[in-house]
């Protein structure tokens, strides 16, 4: 109503639209979705936008990796947002920060990795020191290059990865000394699987040690955090269940982001930023994440981190009836692998492979376990974007 009173045009325009927007009289229009697919992939601009269904309880999952080498970008390659039943489980903070730290990764469902500089701090704009600190990816063409993503969907699937390397890196061209450019490697894999389960896999890479590694996730309730799982429980008794698999000795904690920004977003959901880092700050870190979304009362499914036990080396995560692997370099050639799988598992998707290749598949139980051989060779097909779906 503030906006129908007090117009922000010079005029009474936006007062007049306000009022045709909502006229009384007028009929209730038809819902043009069920008509439109599900999924939305923007290839180009490294976006997607996938439903589950077109009712109202329906679940909905977005990802973006796109440019930030142009004016009015954020921080925010690699973020992914989840909507269940009506409520951001997950979601980036929006804000219309002026304390230079809103538009940085920490609020953005994304990685921070701290850089290094030979000059002890590069050459910043007056704005950056934000970004220094809080170790996101550099906007306005400051960065050293945009990134770039693959991604595919199938039954019961979207998948994409991304290479974020060049975001956090910014050199600087005339006094390359004054650049910061220790990031080697920042890649995230990410499966959106079954409707409420988000399979998150990163690489980070420096070329120093001691430099910080963290994955954030922006939520909307204060987590209660348990060893290595936190549980946001909504409003409403919803809740969104967050495993981490990697790093194996991962350190946890929450802020309330919302006090830092000046000010948040009108209507904005989310407080609370849950931050998982890696002690030890390697030089080469690997994050897994399994988050869930849930019915209030029901139970997790417990998530279970799986490696492979032979060929190229592949980190996993199982859980319900699943299992996700995704290689752990993203540079290397595949020179096929084993992959040991409870029995309990129904199907399994195994990413980072040639897109559009072909592999031979065997299944031999061990145990309590299957054991899955993939080797190159005339067989199964893997999609568009490298992934094979394998049923043992």
């Known amino acids: 109503m503030s906006r129908i009173t007090q117009p922000w045009s010079w005029s009474t325009t936006q007062s007049i639209l306000y009022y045709l927007l909502f006229d009384p009289i007028a009929p209730a229009p038809s819902d043009p979705r069920p008509t439109l697919p599900t999924t939305f992939i923007d290839s180009a601009a490294g976006r997607i ?7 109202s309880n329906n679940t909905m999952f977005d990802y973006r990796a796109s440019w930030e080498s142009i004016n009015h970008q954020l921080g925010d390659g690699g973020q992914f947002e989840f909507l269940r039943k009506g409520e951001w489980l997950t979601k980036e903070m929006s804000n219309y920060d002026n304390n230079a730290v809103g538009l940085t990764t920490v609020y953005h469902n994304t990685l921070a990795l701290q ?69 080697t490697q ?57 495993q981490t698999l990697l790093p194996l000795n991962a350190t946890a904690s929450t802020i309330n982001g919302a006090v830092n920004l000046n000010p948040v ?5 989310t407080r609370f930023v849950y ?26 499914a417990p998530a279970q981190y799986l490696q492979s036990t032979g060929g190229t080396t592949f980190d996993g995560a199982a859980f319900s009836t699943a299992a996700v692997f995704f290689p752990v370099s993203a540079n290397g050639s595949f020179a096929g692998t084993n992959l040991s799988v409870p029995t309990g598992i129904h199907s399994v998707m195994v990413t980072g492979l040639a897109p559009n290749g072909a592999y031979s598949v065997s299944i031999a139980p061990s145990g309590s376990d299957n054991v899955i051989t993939i080797q190159p060779g005339a067989g199964i097909t893997a999609d568009k974007a490298g992934v094979l779906q394998v049923v043992p």
């Open 49 to 55: 936008l996938a439903h589950s269904d077109w009712s």
């Open 265 to 269: 977003a009108d209507l904005e959901p």
């Open 115 to 183: 850089n290094w500089s030979a000059a002890g701090t590069p050459s910043l704009q007056w704005y950056e020191s934000g970004e220094w600190a809080n170790g996101r990816q550099w906007i306005l063409g400051l960065n050293a290059g945009d990134p770039t993503t693959i991604s595919s969907t199938g039954p019961g699937y979207v998948y994409a990865a991304s290479n974020l390397t060049n975001l956090y890196n910014r050199p600087d061209f005339w006094t390359p000394s004054n650049g910061a450019v220790n990031i």
């Open 275 to 300: 931050t998982v880092g890696d002690p030890n700050n390697a030089a080469d870190t690997r994050f897994l994440h399994v988050l869930q979304g849930a019915d209030a009362g029901a139970p997790m």
């Open 186 to 242: 920042a890649t995230r894999s990410i499966v959106w699987l079954n409707t409420d389960y988000i399979v998150v896999y990163d690489r980070a890479t420096s070329i120093n040690s001691g430099l910080f590694k963290r994955f954030n996730l922006s939520l909307v309730s204060n987590p209660v955090i348990s060893g290595y799982v936190a549980t946001e429980v909504m409003p409403s008794g919803q809740q969104l269940f967050v």
